[in-house]
């Protein structure tokens, strides 16, 4: 039997026959020696790269991996915290076609040896502080690469050996087989808190990085003679596409910090001549305790909300904006050159088709608070796909192609959003995203424990805290001595340091909604109620 060809798909890609490894080309020819990556470490000897001296370093990173076995396709786990090597590595990747795997750096050994897994991570990039950890959560890793130095302090312990150094995966790009530039090929994975117990692995393609790269830099105004200060974790969406690859895109340039430190934020800025930086709430919160400087060069901030108050005390305007690792760059944002509505996130992005719906699936009204949904492309302007869980994609999604945030707002008559809360079960702790589910999950596993329900309270820096209602086995009365300490240590170990609830309660009851399920809200309200 002769089968027909299918027709050519008519739909143009606005990055065909284009990748990552296309921007870096083009501003290596163009701006061969304008600063791509300055590196500002809180010690040792800071470094820049041109954007062809990048070009180059990530193109010898990609031979390396070449060298090692690594093709297109396979999965690198990069564990690290902001560092020179965390970039290199994760474009390095996209350069080779293999798919950086970025995972938080305050992860327990049981969450890396999940993703490892989950990912079949062939081989690991990591800093001195975490490679035993990495090295026992991750067994199967063929290969494991070490960073000479902790983020530029000298490593306490775990300095690697010569050949397993960071800068011994170096080879020669003319040992690279040759790769058409595929937008769709996949590009890299981020392990997000969704409501299920444990993470999902994001994927993104090419085509979505290049996405975030133009939409955010349209979004930010950002220009080629910009410098974006970047101190939020480079595993994060927020850095990744807000930050590193909106600069990217413009030719813009990057100074890199190890963490947010807010006593070192305004010598950085200044030393630099840093014009933009994308902030979280407690950024702000940390920043007003410390002295300003009279004159700084910043144009603008991007942060949760529009025109927060303190944008006057800064003397900066703040554009606000909403985004997730599933949707690239931000589904809702204010604007850089009209006023916005104070502590609004903006208005739905151009870009996206955004709806706020109520249970039923019909819009509210301007005051009423609904569901958020999100529409775009899929592998464009949305997420490829949750990989290896064709179940959970498909319920991220409704039936008319709308994804389902998770995320509750209000608009106004104006058309301006406001966040109002989250109908999925989860909480914001210091800016990360935390499933209660997560912590639940351990929890429910340590012995003497019949019930756990996982709230979130609010916290003067934090936004949220987790606290954990406890229904021991037998009651109260027939509790352990220490089912307290049990607890809290099953999720030290378990689970990332910001995950770890702050205060875990004994109770012998759980309030309890329709279905006998537990009613969270009642647990919130009575925490509200203390505070």
Request: glycine share 8%.
């Given at each position: 039997?002769?089968?027909?060809?299918?027709?050519?798909?008519?739909?143009?890609?606005?990055?065909?026959?284009?990748?990552?490894?296309?921007?870096?080309?083009?501003?290596?020819?163009?701006?061969?020696?304008?600063?791509?990556?300055?590196?500002?470490?809180?010690?040792?000897?800071?470094?820049?790269?041109?954007?062809?001296?990048?070009?180059?370093?990530?193109?010898?990173?990609?031979?390396?991996?070449?060298?090692?076995?690594?093709?297109?396709?396979?999965?690198?786990?990069?564990?690290?915290?902001?560092?020179?090597?965390?970039?290199?590595?994760?474009?390095?990747?996209?350069?080779?076609?293999?798919?950086?795997?970025?995972?938080?750096?305050?992860?327990?050994?049981?969450?890396?040896?999940?993703?490892?897994?989950?990912?079949?991570?062939?081989?690991?990039?990591?800093?001195?502080?975490?490679?035993?950890?990495?090295?026992?959560?991750?067994?199967?890793?063929?290969?494991?690469?070490?960073?000479?130095?902790?983020?530029?302090?000298?490593?306490?312990?775990?300095?690697?050996?010569?050949?397993?150094?960071?800068e011994a995966l170096d080879g020669d790009p003319a040992d690279l087989p040759p790769r058409a530039a595929d937008p769709f090929a996949p590009f890299a994975i981020q392990y997000t808190s969704g409501t299920t117990?444990?993470?999902?692995?994001?994927?993104?393609?090419?085509?979505?990085?290049?996405?975030?790269?133009?939409?955010?830099?349209?979004?930010?105004?950002?220009?080629?003679?910009?410098?974006?200060?970047?101190?939020?974790?480079?595993?994060?969406?927020?850095?990744?596409?807000?930050?590193?690859?909106?600069?990217?895109?413009?030719?813009?340039?990057?100074?890199?910090?190890?963490?947010?430190?807010?006593?070192?934020?305004?010598?950085?800025?200044?030393?630099?001549?840093?014009?933009?930086?994308?902030?979280?709430?407690?950024?702000?919160?940390?920043?007003?305790?410390?002295?300003?400087?009279?004159?700084?060069?910043?144009?603008?901030?991007?942060?949760?909300?529009?025109?927060?108050?303190?944008?006057?005390?800064?003397?900066?305007?703040?554009?606000?904006?909403?985004?997730?690792?599933?949707?690239?760059?931000?589904?809702?944002?204010?604007?850089?050159?009209?006023?916005?509505?104070?502590?609004?996130?903006?208005?739905?992005?151009?870009?996206?088709?955004?709806?706020?719906?109520?249970?039923?699936?019909?819009?509210?009204?301007?005051?009423?608070?609904?569901?958020?949904?999100?529409?775009?492309?899929?592998?464009?302007?949305?997420?490829?796909?949750?990989?290896?869980?064709?179940?959970?994609?498909?319920?991220?999604?409704?039936?008319?192609?709308?994804?389902?945030?998770?995320?509750?707002?209000?608009?106004?008559?104006?058309?301006?959003?406001?966040?109002?809360?989250?109908?999925?079960?989860?909480?914001?702790?210091?800016?990360?995203?935390?499933?209660?589910?997560?912590?639940?999950?351990?929890?429910?596993?340590?012995?003497?424990?019949?019930?756990?329900?996982?709230?979130?309270?609010?916290?003067?820096?934090?936004?949220?805290?987790?606290?954990?209602?406890?229904?021991?086995?037998?009651?109260?009365?027939?509790?352990?001595?220490?089912?307290?300490?049990?607890?809290?240590?099953?999720?030290?170990?378990?689970?990332?340091?910001?995950?770890?609830?702050?205060?875990?309660?004994?109770?012998?009851?759980?309030?309890?909604?329709?279905?006998?399920?537990?009613?969270?809200?009642?647990?919130?309200?009575?925490?509200?109620?203390?505070?």
């Amino acid at each position: 039997m002769t089968f027909k060809p299918l027709p050519a798909d008519p739909r143009v890609s606005p990055f065909a026959g284009m990748d990552v490894r296309t921007l870096f080309d083009i501003h290596a020819e163009a701006r061969a020696d304008h600063p791509f990556l300055i590196w500002e470490p809180f010690e040792g000897e800071g470094a820049r790269w041109g954007y062809r001296a990048f070009r180059d370093r990530i193109a010898r990173f990609a031979a390396g991996l070449h060298a090692r076995g690594v093709v297109a396709g396979d999965r690198v786990l990069v564990h690290l915290d902001n560092c020179p090597e965390a970039v290199i590595a994760w474009f390095g990747c996209a350069w080779l076609g293999a798919v950086a795997v970025t995972t938080n750096a305050r992860s327990s050994a049981d969450e890396l040896s999940y993703f490892a897994g989950h990912s079949r991570a062939r081989g690991g990039v990591t800093q001195p502080r975490f490679a035993e950890l990495v090295a026992r959560a991750c067994p199967d890793l063929d290969w494991l690469a070490i960073t000479d130095t902790d983020n530029g302090e000298a490593p306490q312990a775990g300095a690697p050996e010569p050949g397993a150094r960071f800068e011994a995966l170096d080879g020669d790009p003319a040992d690279l087989p040759p790769r058409a530039a595929d937008p769709f090929a996949p590009f890299a994975i981020q392990y997000t808190s969704g409501t299920t117990s444990r993470p999902k692995a994001v994927l993104w393609t090419h085509a979505n990085a290049l996405w975030g790269a133009r939409v955010c830099a349209i979004h930010e105004d950002l220009r080629p003679d910009d410098v974006h200060l970047t101190h939020l974790p480079l595993f994060h969406t927020n850095a990744q596409a807000y930050s590193v690859l909106a600069a990217l895109w413009v030719g813009a340039t990057c100074v890199i910090q190890p963490k947010f430190s807010a006593s070192r934020f305004w010598p950085a800025s200044l030393k630099h001549g840093c014009t933009w930086t994308s902030m979280v709430p407690f950024c702000l919160k940390a920043l007003m305790r410390q002295p300003k400087p009279e004159r700084h060069g910043y144009r603008l901030w991007g942060n949760a909300v529009c025109a927060p108050p303190t944008d006057a005390h800064f003397g900066v305007k703040t554009v606000g904006w909403w985004g997730m690792t599933e949707t690239i760059a931000h589904g809702i944002v204010g604007s850089p050159h009209l006023p916005d509505a104070p502590m609004s996130m903006g208005r739905a992005a151009p870009e996206y088709e955004i709806r706020v719906v109520d249970e039923e699936g019909r819009g509210v009204e301007p005051g009423q608070t609904g569901d958020l949904q999100i529409r775009g492309v899929r592998g464009l302007s949305l997420f490829t796909e949750y990989l290896d869980d064709p179940a959970a994609t498909a319920e991220a999604f409704g039936p008319d192609g709308f994804f389902l945030t998770g995320d509750r707002v209000r608009r106004d008559d104006r058309g301006f959003l406001f966040f109002a809360d989250r109908s999925k079960d989860m909480l914001k702790v210091g800016g990360e995203n935390v499933a209660a589910s997560e912590i639940e999950r351990v929890i429910a596993s340590t012995p003497g424990v019949e019930e756990v329900a996982v709230v979130g309270r609010r916290h003067p820096m934090l936004d949220e805290a987790p606290v954990a209602f406890v229904l021991p086995r037998g009651g109260i009365a027939g509790a352990a001595p220490d089912l307290v300490e049990q607890v809290i240590g099953a999720c030290a170990v378990q689970l990332a340091a910001f995950k770890v609830p702050h205060e875990v309660r004994l109770v012998d009851s759980l309030p309890r909604a329709t279905l006998e399920k537990v009613a969270k809200a009642r647990l919130r309200a009575e925490l509200e109620a203390e505070a």
